[in-house]
């Protein structure tokens, strides 16, 4: 995917990071868990069916399983679409840094705690991956997503070139 200024890429999911799911349990994600499902998968605005932003099948969204890292993601998305534009801008102003994505686990470990005040641990094997989704609040903090770092330079850049045009022209 050529980089632009609507390109958002980051951490989908972040492999062997703990996190608490609704104060219940702590799950992991084991690398490598996705790596059968990674062939139709679609990135979504906030979890929302009806607003997808783009899709693996069609060549807007890159996977590409990072070992024992975790699940980075690239797309490419589309200003003329409304949902991408908010994206775009939210994602760019870093009002939405974080990810979430949507699964069926097909092979989990559990492992119960040692004391009464811990929480049992779950640890996700293989699952099948359906979506990633760009999220002001997701379940796993370790996930980001962003403008690549060359879409952001770019808008800066342009954005110094805007205000040196205006002070040319007299206006601060």
């Known amino acids: 995917m050529a980089a632009s200024s609507n390109t958002v890429s980051g951490w989908a999911i972040r492999y062997n990071e703990p996190t608490m799911i609704g104060g219940a349990f702590i ?3 084991a ?3 996705f790596a059968k499902s990674l062939n139709d998968v679609v990135m979504l605005w906030s979890h929302d069916d009806d607003r ?10 890159s996977l590409r399983d ?3 890292m975790g699940l980075w993601f690239s ?3 589309d200003p003329e679409n ?13 009002d939405t840094r974080g990810m979430s994505f ?15 005040d811990a929480l049992p641990e779950r640890t996700i094997l293989e699952a099948d991956l359906f979506e990633i989704s760009a999220v002001v609040h997701p379940a796993y903090p370790q996930s980001e997503v962003s403008l690549t770092r060359a879409d952001h330079n ?6 110094r070139r805007a205000e040196a045009a205006m002070r040319l022209r007299g206006i601060n």
């Not at 997808?52 to 969204?61: E, F, H, K, V």
């Not at 409304?82 to 870093?94: K, M, T, Y």
């Not at 949507?102 to 009464?116: C, D, H, I, N």
């Not at 770019?154 to 954005?159: D, F």
């Open 31 to 33: 690398p490598g868990a």
């Open 66 to 68: 990072e070992g024992g």
């Open 102 to 116: 949507g699964f069926r686990v097909r092979k989990e470990a559990w492992l119960e705690p040692e004391s009464y």
């Open 52 to 61: 997808p932003l783009a899709r693996t099948i069609s060549g807007t969204l």
């Open 27 to 29: 799950e992991r994600i």
């Open 82 to 94: 409304p949902d991408a534009a908010v994206a775009l801008s939210s994602i760019g102003r870093q």
């Open 75 to 77: 797309a490419d998305l």
């Open 154 to 159: 770019a808008m800066a850049a342009s954005g």
